[in-house]
């Protein structure tokens, strides 16, 4: 009776399968296009976590993106999570803006151009990439290597030995992984709503930092 049973099971396993049709080509690309607009105009907030030697440092986030530039305000949190101040800002557009409001506790880094622009609003992305997306669940630019699961969804990024993994439950991004020889950093999203929001530039020099 027990064959019978793990039979049956299996042939109901195989007829699931079987009816289960391979998308075409252009539902790929439909996939794709979806799933990185999703990526492409956003606001987020949640926990940063970066880990160095042993080292734990938790923080409070908040992420904004979009088509043509990129803000991350990490924060201090203050008493029961009240009042957060300002602790260190990544901003990327033209160029990539990096700073501590805590002075000392990392240096300051002005890079004047971001090598990867023409290729910051993903509703633009080639044709080809696109079409490399589709063929081959992956693509590179350069050095970087970008990969995709079965449902077509960012979820690795590979720069040499550092290797970023996104992490997805109900088509929802719940958490950013990042995994190098000198950090280990973790994001975790409480919040991500899709849209277009305003983003204030980061105004940085020797005497003024906005």
């Known amino acids: 009776m027990k064959k019978i049973v793990i039979l049956l099971?299996?042939?109901?396993?195989?007829?699931?399968c079987s009816s289960i049709k391979e998308l075409t080509n252009k539902q790929k690309e439909e996939l794709v296009r979806t799933n990185l607009s999703y990526l492409n105009n956003f606001k987020s907030e949640g926990v940063l976590e970066v880990i160095i030697k042993g080292f734990s440092l938790k923080k409070e986030f908040v992420l904004k993106k979009r088509n043509d530039s990129l803000r991350l305000d990490v924060l201090d949190s203050g008493i029961m999570s009240l009042l957060p101040s300002p602790f260190a800002t990544l901003y990327v557009k033209d160029e990539i803006l990096l700073t501590n409001y805590n002075k000392?506790?990392?240096?300051?880094?002005i890079l004047e151009k971001f090598p990867l622009k023409e290729f910051f609003d993903l509703?633009?992305?080639?044709?080809?990439?696109?079409?490399?997306?589709?063929?081959n669940r992956s693509f590179a630019i350069a050095f970087i290597q970008f990969q995709f699961d079965e449902l077509y969804r960012l979820n690795k990024i590979m720069l040499n030995e550092n290797v970023?993994?996104?992490?997805?439950?109900?088509?929802?991004?719940?958490?950013?992984?990042?995994?190098?020889?000198?950090?280990?950093?973790?994001?975790?999203?409480?919040?991500?709503?899709?849209?277009?929001?305003l983003i204030k530039p980061l105004e940085m020099n020797k005497n003024k930092i906005d």
């Open 9 to 16: 099971v299996l042939t109901f396993l195989l007829l699931a």
């Open 104 to 109: 000392g506790f990392f240096p300051d880094l």
């Open 123 to 135: 509703d633009k992305l080639p044709q080809e990439i696109i079409d490399e997306i589709v063929d």
């Open 164 to 197: 970023i993994n996104f992490n997805y439950s109900s088509n929802n991004l719940i958490r950013i992984e990042l995994n190098s020889s000198k950090a280990d950093v973790r994001i975790d999203f409480d919040s991500f709503q899709t849209g277009d929001f």
